[in-house]
């Protein structure tokens, strides 16, 4: 008898006690299977992918080929900002939360669907996935790192989607089958929701036709708006950088501001209007450098993307908080500007202006098409004027007993 048998055979009877549910009847070979030889091995799929797992879930072992993955998109964005300083970037801060096999997500005591809380092992702070829940990242001065944590990670409390409050989790919308082949989801909002006529803003056909009902129902976003990430090569200087220790020891990162309310909004790459936000309006300083009197906060990319806040509300915004609101298309007047970036030396006109910025997936809204839509012709007065009627009518009497 091989030394590993009775290893396994002590294992599937701890399966059959705790996972039978989804496995009961299958014969321990059905997952342990030989790599090539007689003896029975462990499950693979630890080690090596989805084997041992595809040999029933046929066609799954694609997630791999897929973003979660290979996270091309992400060693991209690394490439074009800050490899061009340091090569060795990505390897120090960004090797977490990679998809290597079935059970990173499958494996929570037992083999079965993930649940919201082992999607959120990765997708939380700045990432989507903690929104769902009502969770915004934290500033990275310690002083306010404070309250609950969840997975070592302290967050803002905030308003969770409607989905996560009914019940909804994760593979509701995001199938296997659909990660599976890349696929960012496997239902939109109309396939489960046909849009009430009786709604205003859903009689108005180009807001049916130009616009994804994310853009109207998502209540708030994680913004991060100018992210530095600080180099040291004595890791002895971090002493005086009171900010929440990062994955690597040669760097510390912090932010300019963050950011929580109802998101700027651009054009995705399906051409329609959708929430967007900083991918990373990237900085960089080598304290070394900088203590030397060499450069300070080196802006090296400012992008943006278009993305779906998880934050959905059976509410909108109003009339004006789109027609009369050019910085939320990245066309904040001179007058009406707050933060002086180029006085604080981040060689930015402003974090709301395009010019210096471009998105990753898709396009920002043009000076000439926002003057359009901003236009008050007598249609848009009409309905303005009924918008405000309805929640006027909505309004309880203060002064009733």
Same mark, same amino acid.
């Given at each position: ?6 290893? $396994?055979?002590g294992?599937?009877? +701890?399966l059959s ?7 009961? &009847? %299958?014969? #321990? =070979?059905? @997952?342990h ?58 390897e ?57 944590? $969840?997975?070592?990670?302290?967050? +803002?409390?905030?308003?969770p989607?409607v989905?996560?409050?009914? &019940? %909804?989790? #994760? =593979?509701? @919308? ?41 853009a ?8 991060e ?16 950088f ?9 760097y ?7 950011k929580q ?75 009406g ?5 180029k ?24 000076a ?34």
């Amino acid at each position: 008898m091989h030394w590993m048998t009775p290893y $396994i055979a002590g294992f599937c009877l +701890l399966l059959s006690s705790e996972a039978m549910a989804a496995h009961g &009847g %299958l014969v #321990c =070979g059905s @997952c342990h299977r030989p790599p090539g030889g007689s003896v029975v091995t462990a499950v693979r799929a630890a080690s090596s992918l989805a084997d041992g797992c595809v040999v029933c879930h046929r066609g799954y072992g694609r997630i791999f080929d897929q973003s979660m993955a290979h996270r091309k998109g992400e060693k991209q964005f690394v490439q074009r900002s800050y490899a061009r300083v340091d090569s060795g970037f990505w390897e120090k801060n960004c090797s977490s939360c990679h998809l290597k096999s079935c059970l990173d997500c499958h494996d929570e005591g037992e083999p079965k669907k993930p649940t919201v809380a082992a999607c959120q092992r990765c997708h939380k702070g700045y990432y989507t996935g903690w929104d769902y829940s009502g969770r915004a990242p934290r500033e990275d001065n310690m002083r306010y790192q404070r309250g609950l944590a $969840i997975n070592d990670e302290t967050f +803002l409390k905030m308003l969770p989607d409607v989905h996560s409050r009914a &019940g %909804l989790t #994760c =593979g509701d @919308c995001h199938s296997m089958s659909s990660l599976s082949q890349g696929k960012k989801s496997s239902k939109g909002c109309i396939d489960c929701h046909k849009p009430d006529l009786k709604i205003l803003e859903h009689r108005i056909s180009v807001h049916m036709e130009r616009l994804e009902c994310y853009a109207c129902h998502s209540a708030w976003g994680a913004q991060e708006y100018a992210t530095f990430f600080l180099r040291f090569r004595d890791p002895k200087m971090k002493e005086d950088f009171d900010l929440k220790a990062g994955p690597s020891e040669d760097y510390l990162r912090s932010s300019y501001l963050r950011k929580q309310d109802a998101p700027p909004l651009g054009i995705n790459d399906r051409g329609r209007i959708s929430p967007i936000r900083p991918l990373f309006i990237a900085y960089y300083t080598d304290i070394m450098s900088a203590r030397n009197g060499g450069p300070e906060n080196t802006l090296l990319v400012a992008e943006w993307r278009a993305w779906f806040p998880h934050t959905v509300q059976r509410g909108s915004v109003t009339c004006e908080r789109c027609h009369d609101n050019p910085a939320r298309f990245l066309l904040e007047p001179e007058a009406g500007r707050i933060f002086q970036l180029k006085k604080d030396r981040l060689q930015l006109e402003s974090f709301w202006v395009q010019e210096g910025q471009r998105m990753v997936n898709g396009s920002f809204m043009s000076a000439n098409r926002y003057l359009r839509m901003s236009s008050k012709s007598p249609a848009y007065t009409k309905a303005y004027i009924e918008k405000w009627k309805t929640l006027l009518n909505h309004v309880e009497n203060s002064s009733r007993p």
